[in-house]
């Protein structure tokens, strides 16, 4: 491991050199962006050779982090996504989270609910039932971007919702480039 002497400060008439060992400072930064993909593992630390598996934990990462960015491979990520304040998640990465490829302007406009019509992106849907996304709580300050969201059918999860996200009290909240398709109802 390096070490870096960056600092000098005086005390009294004591010089005291701050020393920092490199790794222990990369690690500490580490969660400025977390990456996620479909064959990561939660236990994983969040890069981009070692990226977490679920949306959920890589927002927990990113809060603890400076910047608090999720970049999310390409693939479908099942289950229910919680964002937290000053977190951005943003999907469409291709597997080594060199380039995004963003929602195209037909994929936008389109009201087909088929996963197929949304290759090379990044889709989130809930199998267990009610929302896909929710921001509830007090202001979020969250981003959600490049990403496909599908509701739940109600068919399959009686008595609970449809939504593909649900905000509350989640001021400001921005969708930048976010398909939205709610679920059938019952």
Do not use: C, W
Not at 10 to 39: E, K, M, Q, S
Not at 116 to 130: E, I, M, V
Request: no cysteine.
């Amino acid at each position: 491991m390096s070490r870096f002497t960056f600092l000098l400060i005086f005390v009294g008439t004591a010089l005291l050199a701050v020393t920092i060992v490199a790794g222990a400072f990369v690690n500490a930064i580490a969660h400025d962006v977390v990456h996620v993909a479909p064959n990561g593992n939660d236990g994983n630390p969040g890069t981009a050779a070692q990226p977490v598996a679920t949306i959920n934990k890589a927002v927990q990462l990113a809060a603890s982090g400076a910047n608090g960015l999720v970049r999310v491979a390409v693939g479908v990520y099942d289950g229910l996504v919680k964002l937290l304040p000053g977190v951005t998640v943003e999907g469409g990465y291709d597997a080594q989270f060199s380039k995004s490829t963003l929602l195209s302007d037909d994929q936008l406009m389109s009201i087909d609910r088929t996963p197929a019509k949304y290759p090379n992106q990044t889709l989130l849907s809930n199998s267990g039932g009610d929302r896909v996304v929710v921001s509830d709580g007090p202001p979020t300050k969250a981003t959600l971007k490049n990403v496909v969201v599908f509701g739940p059918d109600l068919s399959a999860h009686p008595g609970q919702s449809s939504y593909a996200m649900f905000a509350r009290g989640a001021e400001p909240l921005r969708l930048e480039s976010v398909k939205l398709i709610a679920g059938f109802g019952g």
